[in-house]
Each structure stands twice: as C-alpha cells, then as structure tokens.
C-alpha cells in the first residue's frame, strides 16, 4: 500500500490589531457644558441670597453647602470641608445659645458627678429614679439651706473684708507719703529727693493699682458667684433636667455607642472610659478636697482670731480648683485680713501663711494621691502654662477648667501617637 503522506501543518494568520482612529486635536480650549451651568446655578444662588439677606444664616448657609456639596462627597477635600463648616456652625450655635444651654450644661455636669452614687445605691437594689429622686432633694435642700442660713452672713463678712482693705489701703499710702520710709531709707545714705520722687512716682501708684485690683477682683469674684447661684435658685427646670439624666444616665450613654458603626464602638467605649477615668476623677475628687481645704481653713482662722473666717474659707474652697494660683491668691487676701483682726498682729499672720503651707503640703502628700489620684497628674510645667494660656484667654473660667481640659488634650495626643505606632 503506498505509505500515506502528512498533511503538511498549518500555519496560524496573524491577524493585525485594528488601527485606532485618531483623536481629533483641539486647538482651543474647550467649556464643558455641565461646567457652564454649574457656574450659572451658582451666580443664580448668590443672586436669590442677596435678595433675601433676612434669613441668611450659618445655619441656612450650611444646609445650602452641604446640598450642593453632598453629591461630591467621595471627594476627600468635599468631606473634610463640609465637615469643617459643620463644626464652625455648632460653635458658633453653643456660643449663641450659651446662656440658654448653661441650665442643662450644669444640670448633666451635677448628673455626670452623682452617677456613681446612684448606681452604687442600684447595686444594693434601690431603684435608680429612687437614688435619683433622694439626691436631688438632698442638693436642692443643701442649695436652699445654704441661700437662707450662710449667704447673708456671708455678704455681710465680705463687705467688712473690703472695707478693711480700703483702710489698709488708705493706711499704706499714707505711710508711703509720710516722711518715716525717707528718713528710714535716708539713714542708709540714699538721697531723701530721689526717695521721695520714688515713692509718689512709682511706688505708690503701683501699690494702689495691685490693691485696687485686687478689691475689683475679689468684689467681681462674689458678685459672679452671687449671680450664678441666683440664676440656679431661678432656674427650677434644673433639679428636673437633673432627675431626669440620672435616671436614663445609663440609657442615654448606650444610644450615645449606638450612634456610631458597630466596627468602631467598642473603640469609641474604651476611649470614652479612658476619658471618664480623667474628668471623673479630676471632677468629683477635686470637689471634695476643696471642701475639706475650705472647711479646714474656716475652722483654723477661726480658732486663730482672724476676722471673717467663713467668707475666707469659702474662698479657699474655691480658688483650691486652680492649682499654685489659688493657694497664693488665699493666702495674701488671709493675711491682709489677719493684719486688721486685732492683736497679736504678727501672730496671726505667721498663723495663716503655717495654715496654707500645710494645707499644701496635706493636699500633695494626702489628699491628692488619695482621692484625685494619678489620673489628672501633670507635670508642673505644663500645668503652670496651661494656667496662664486659658487664664489669659478665658479669664477666670479659664483657670478653673485649664486641669481638666489640658489632661484631655494630653489624652488625645497619646491616644494619636498610640495609633502611629500601632
């Protein structure tokens, strides 16, 4: 049989890719349409705002930006700006609306520092609106025993604080002027001309302007109080608000987690404990040492003969809040008060300046580490800056709430460099 041949193999076609056609060049620069009526719906909404100026707001200013803004919301630019306008806004509203939200901003910080108690008292199976009820009584009868028995005595002790200091005022520049400090500065061989021009030019002019700053302070310290406790005593929606928060206290922090996703709210739980752990501390500790500094130093002057010894220890209650500032200030207005309390003069001021050295010495040695803790702890430098920082910004205020609040910044930055590392 004749031996078949192989078919011989096939080579495959290539088959060329097809050409594309070409891409017309433009020459010139060519508006897109979508572009054009964006730029006229805007010129639009500027036209209709400008004739409607009567209901521009930050609040219709940011719902206008948001919804024109909304559909690029992918944008990360887009995001965080609206983002940004949204937190303007809402300082903006708080510092409007501050008079109308201080009532309930005090009533959730009374609330914030009674829930520990309540729900102590809701272990050991009292009901919370009960705990809640029976502490609010106790505060409202605490705050009307206080305004009925204490406040007059002491507006009538601090009315006599300032008259003797406008008579130890008068006393000392009365004694600058007179010519006992030139003669005694003379007998050291200084020339009585240049004494004398020191003295009036210099000396006394800055005395009476730390003296009289010092009355105004003291004066606009108790008319603030005065008037706050006047508006708490107004405000009966307080003890109310207060009830209130107590009782949903541990419903409201549930759907305050629930607000966020359910990936980030145990994040958001351990951040917030942490943050309890610092305001709580700092809150309900600090209160209750200036209480016992207050009552302390009301008893010593007390037993030691210095005058108007309630309204003094009120005011290291106080002023206990600011850490180095308040203990200073206490002690010089103390000791003023003990320079015209009658004799033994020096007796009694060595008395005060011994009471407050060891009232500081018992708060950072015992009171502090005991009940405060190491929470709030910060280094005296930066506590000493922060105090002069949100002193000169918010005034007295400021120094009251610069602990707590730098603690939480220091806070976040370790909680920001916690997650570069992580």
């Given amino acids: 049989m004749p031996r078949r041949r192989k078919p011989a193999p096939v080579e495959p076609v290539q088959i060329d890719p097809p050409v594309p056609a070409p891409v017309p060049v433009e020459t010139t620069a060519q508006v897109r349409p979508e572009s054009l009526f964006h730029v006229l719906g805007l010129l639009g909404l500027v036209a209709?705002?400008?004739?409607?100026?009567?209901?521009?707001?930050?609040?219709?200013?940011?719902?206008?930006?948001?919804?024109?803004?909304?559909?690029?919301?992918?944008?990360?630019?887009?995001?965080?700006?609206?983002?940004?306008?949204?937190?303007?806004?809402?300082?903006?509203?708080?510092?409007?609306?501050?008079?109308?939200?201080?009532?309930?901003?005090?009533?959730?910080?009374?609330?914030?520092?009674?829930?520990?108690?309540?729900?102590?008292?809701?272990?050991?199976?009292?009901?919370?609106?009960?705990?809640?009820?029976?502490?609010?009584?106790?505060?409202?009868?605490?705050?009307?025993?206080?305004?009925?028995?204490v406040l007059p005595l002491v507006v009538v002790q601090f009315d006599g604080i300032l008259s003797g200091v406008r008579l130890l005022l008068g006393q000392t520049v009365a004694w600058l002027q007179s010519g006992t400090i030139v003669a005694l500065l003379g007998s050291f061989g200084i020339q009585a001309s240049s004494?004398?021009?020191?003295?009036?030019?210099?000396?006394?002019?800055?005395?009476?302007?730390?003296?009289?700053?010092?009355?105004?302070?003291?004066?606009?310290?108790?008319?603030?109080?005065?008037?706050?406790?006047?508006?708490?005593?107004?405000?009966?929606?307080?003890?109310?608000?207060?009830?209130?928060?107590?009782k949903d206290f541990p419903s409201i922090a549930a759907r305050f987690y629930r607000a966020f996703p359910p990936p980030q709210q145990d994040r958001v739980r351990t951040v917030m404990?942490?943050?309890?752990?610092?305001?709580?501390?700092?809150?309900?500790?600090?209160?209750?040492?200036?209480?016992?500094?207050?009552?302390?130093?009301?008893?010593?002057?007390?037993?030691i003969g210095?005058?108007?010894?309630?309204?003094?220890?009120?005011?290291?209650?106080?002023?206990?809040?600011?850490?180095?500032?308040?203990?200073?200030?206490?002690?010089?207005?103390?000791?003023?008060?003990?320079?015209?309390?009658?004799?033994?003069?020096?007796?009694?001021?060595?008395?005060?300046?011994i009471l407050y050295v060891s009232q500081k010495l018992l708060e950072a040695t015992v009171l502090g580490p005991k009940i405060i803790g190491p929470q709030v702890g910060l280094h005296p430098v930066v506590l000493i800056l922060c105090l002069m920082v949100f002193g000169y910004f918010l005034g007295f205020v400021g120094l009251l709430i610069a602990v707590p609040a730098t603690a939480l910044l220091l806070l976040a930055w370790e909680h920001v460099e916690k997650g570069r590392t992580a």
Avoid at 323 to 339: D, E, H, T
């Fill in 48 to 149: 209709v705002a400008l004739t409607v100026p009567s209901i521009l707001s930050p609040f219709t200013l940011l719902a206008g930006a948001i919804f024109l803004l909304f559909p690029y919301r992918d944008h990360q630019f887009v995001r965080r700006s609206m983002i940004l306008a949204s937190l303007l806004v809402g300082l903006w509203a708080f510092n409007t609306l501050f008079g109308i939200l201080a009532p309930f901003l005090f009533a959730y910080l009374l609330a914030y520092i009674f829930d520990p108690l309540v729900g102590r008292l809701a272990e050991r199976g009292i009901p919370r609106w009960t705990g809640s009820a029976g502490i609010v009584l106790l505060f409202v009868g605490g705050i009307a025993s206080v305004v009925i028995f």
């Fill in 195 to 246: 004494v004398q021009d020191l003295v009036q030019t210099q000396l006394v002019p800055r005395i009476e302007g730390i003296m009289t700053g010092l009355v105004e302070g003291m004066l606009g310290l108790v008319t603030g109080i005065t008037s706050v406790a006047l508006h708490i005593i107004n405000a009966v929606i307080i003890p109310f608000v207060v009830f209130y928060l107590l």
């Fill in 273 to 303: 404990t942490r943050i309890d752990g610092v305001l709580g501390a700092y809150f309900r500790g600090a209160a209750i040492v200036a209480i016992i500094q207050g009552v302390i130093a009301a008893t010593v002057l007390s037993l």
């Fill in 306 to 353: 210095v005058n108007y010894a309630l309204v003094l220890g009120l005011m290291t209650a106080v002023l206990n809040f600011i850490p180095y500032v308040g203990l200073v200030i206490s002690l010089v207005v103390a000791s003023m008060v003990a320079l015209f309390s009658g004799d033994p003069v020096v007796t009694k001021v060595i008395g005060v300046v």
